[in-house]
């Protein structure tokens, strides 16, 4: 049952992730944030099959609902006109792009298979669930954060310190 | 998949047709009409009382009917140079979040009176809330009006000022009751200070209460904090285009909003399903007469906050803008950052 | 799991019952539209300005403060969950306040920031 789960979601998260570049829909931004939101809820439920719920809730929570709601903002509120975005063109940039996607994804189809060869895999979702019964709770993740990694959680608050004040200082330049 | 499995589904699928449309869209559509007769009240007005069934009145009850009648049969309007396939589908992106949560609501002691007990709870009300927000941005955004993309701006920025007061409040009552899962936290609220008064969440974590409802009114954007929606200034906010089914969903989905407020104050503050002064023993909890004594003063409690919710309506200004953010951002926001560390601090001390 | 799967149970009545009125929405009522009646709501005024137009940095800066003190909720919520149990424990108890207290502290200093460099103003 789980493994059913496990390929319907994934193929969902798949398939909205590609409907962020192509959407059949039509060529209108809202539609990849729409898509991209979809793509991070299917994670989710991936997160919630390998019983880490709470992960799984963060995973909506700040993902989906806290940082997209910064892209929609971007893509609502800045209107890019036509115009303003130009023509589609061939830029360097797209093709070394390109190129970058297509060499990590090969190393990484590859580096499952070469795993797959020397020593088999068979997928571990059971329905019985994993063998500390305590995995992927809140108080699972508690403990790890707070004690064994404490000094990466402090480091954690100068990383948000320096957002806000990286924030204001690109909007004050541009005002 | 074995048939207990599928007993255990199709069990919560009834539950949840049980909570949500018996009790929650019954009283979203009772809330259409009683908004109406109190504003009458209050404004010394005699209110909606004509619609009639066979002669009888029965002040005005069946306007809920003629109501929704007229909201379905009236015409879509769909604005020139809005995005259509956006604009039909926003109305639904708001409700289904809105709905959704309820599942996780524990309206009675055993498992048997909450459709989904998730470890995560309270959590995973934040987390699917907070999805909520993107149904009324692309309502704005997709209408080709100028109100409503205002009413968008202002909408979002408010829900997303307002949603971490209203987290940052219930952390004190995490840290209280050492849970976040909905059950817990009610049982735990069972026990009696000092032998006399009852552990609720008002008792241990006053000030975080006042504030929990402050920021969670402004997130269901009713009057104090309606500017999104303010009459006159932005006609009708958002959804100014709407109309028909469309239109009647928005309401729907703000009711339904209200009721989860009145619900999680319920809960979190004022002890869930705990009859005050009537310890839930094992023995009591098994007999079925207690248990629904326990769901009626829960939705009792429920009912109360949603007159509360009201009541405020129909009492208070509406706030402008800017007070409306300065108030999230400088008072409610500090002063919930500085609950969490007194109650940290005081539990430290007396441990 | 129990519950996670009857929440997909719930996911899909829901998104029935949304659909259900989808459907009734576009099947019930009227249809004659009128170039009249499209047009966009304006006070009885044909539409001057169109509305797909820029707004003040503010609503972006408002939406970047809010994903970084999300986060900061986030981390504080496991904090509160296990902080009874941090009490319980005698070398935990103290650093236990102490670390939140460091976490909030330089969190506290960003908004402090943000509101000395006027980032909470609406005027």
């Not at chain 1, 829909?25 to 793509?39: D, E, Q």
């Not at chain 1, 099959?49 to 700040?62: E, K, M, N, P």
């Not at chain 2, 003629?66 to 015409?75: G, Q, R, S, V, Y």
Request: proline content about 5%.
């Amino acid at each position: 049952m789980a493994l059913i789960l496990f390929f319907v979601f994934a193929i969902a998260a798949v398939l909205s992730g590609i409907c962020v570049a192509f959407s059949p829909f039509g060529n209108n931004p809202v539609y990849s944030a729409i898509a991209l939101i979809m793509t991070l809820f299917f994670l989710a439920c991936e997160f919630v099959l390998l019983h880490a719920t709470f992960i799984a809730v963060l995973q909506i929570l700040v993902y989906a609902g806290a940082i997209m709601v910064l892209f929609t903002f971007v893509i609502m509120l800045l209107n890019l006109s036509k115009e303003e975005i130009g023509e589609e063109r061939l830029t360097l940039t797209k093709v070394v792009g390109l190129v970058v996607v297509l060499i990590g994804l090969t190393y990484q189809i590859g580096r499952v298979i070469w795993a797959h060869k020397v020593a088999p895999v068979t997928l571990h979702l059971t329905d019985g669930g994993p063998s500390n019964p305590a995995f992927g709770t809140i108080q699972d993740v508690g403990v790890k954060l707070f004690q064994d990694f404490l000094v990466p959680f402090e480091v954690t608050s100068i990383l948000l310190l320096v957002a806000i004040v990286g924030a204001v200082v690109l909007a004050k330049r541009k005002i | 998949m074995t048939a207990q499995v599928v007993e255990a589904l199709v069990h919560a699928a009834i539950k949840f047709a049980i909570l949500v449309p018996g009790f929650v869209l019954a009283l979203a559509a009772l809330m259409s009409w009683i908004e109406r007769r109190q504003s009458a009240m209050i404004q010394d007005r005699v209110g909606p009382n004509r619609a009639s069934i066979g002669g009888v009145r029965a002040w005005g009850l069946f306007h809920i009917i003629a109501d929704t009648l007229k909201f379905a049969l009236k015409e879509n309007i769909v604005p020139r140079g809005s995005n259509p396939l956006l604009f039909r589908l926003a109305p639904f992106m708001a409700m289904a979040p809105a709905l959704i949560v309820f599942a996780v609501m524990p309206v009675g002691p055993t498992n048997r009176w909450v459709v989904s007990n998730l470890d995560v709870g309270i959590l995973f009300i934040f987390a699917i809330g907070s999805l909520s927000v993107y149904g009324a941005t692309i309502a704005g955004w997709s209408s080709n009006n100028n109100f409503s993309l205002l009413g968008a701006l202002r909408v979002s920025a408010q829900m997303i000022s307002y949603e971490v007061s209203l987290a940052l409040n219930l952390v004190g009552v995490f840290m209280v009751f050492g849970s976040i899962n909905l059950q817990t936290i009610i049982e735990g609220q069972g026990a009696l200070l000092g032998g006399v008064l009852p552990k609720w969440g008002i008792v241990v974590q006053p000030v975080a209460f006042f504030l929990f409802l402050a920021a969670s009114i402004a997130e269901t954007k009713r009057t104090p904090f309606d500017a999104p929606e303010g009459e006159p200034e932005l006609v009708s906010g958002y959804f100014t285009e709407y109309s028909g089914l469309a239109l009647a969903t928005w309401f729907l989905t703000e009711f339904a909003a209200v009721i989860m407020v009145a619900m999680m104050a319920t809960a979190v503050f004022f002890g869930g399903w705990q009859i005050p002064w009537l310890p839930p023993t094992p023995a009591l909890v098994a007999t079925w007469w207690f248990q629904i004594a326990c769901v009626m003063a829960f939705f009792a409690k429920t009912l109360f906050f949603v007159w509360v919710q009201m009541q405020l309506r129909w009492t208070l200004l509406r706030m402008r803008y800017d007070q409306i953010m300065t108030m999230g951002w400088k008072y409610i926001l500090p002063i919930s950052l500085a609950n969490v560390l007194v109650t940290g601090l005081f539990l430290l001390l007396t441990r | 799991m129990d519950g996670y799967s009857a929440l997909l149970v719930v996911t899909f009545l829901v998104v029935g019952l949304a659909v259900t009125m989808l459907v009734l929405n576009l099947l019930l009522g009227p249809k004659n539209p009128s170039a009249i009646k499209s047009e966009p709501f304006e006070c009885g005024q044909v539409q001057i300005t169109s509305p797909r137009q820029r707004f003040s940095v503010k609503f972006y800066l408002i939406a970047i403060v809010f994903i970084v003190f999300d986060i900061e909720v986030v981390f504080l919520i496991p904090w509160a969950v296990l902080y009874r149990w941090f009490l319980t424990q005698p070398s935990w108890a103290v650093l236990a306040f102490t670390e939140m207290l460091v976490f909030l502290g330089i969190l506290g200093l960003g908004l402090a920031y943000f509101w000395k460099r006027r980032g909470l103003e609406w005027d």
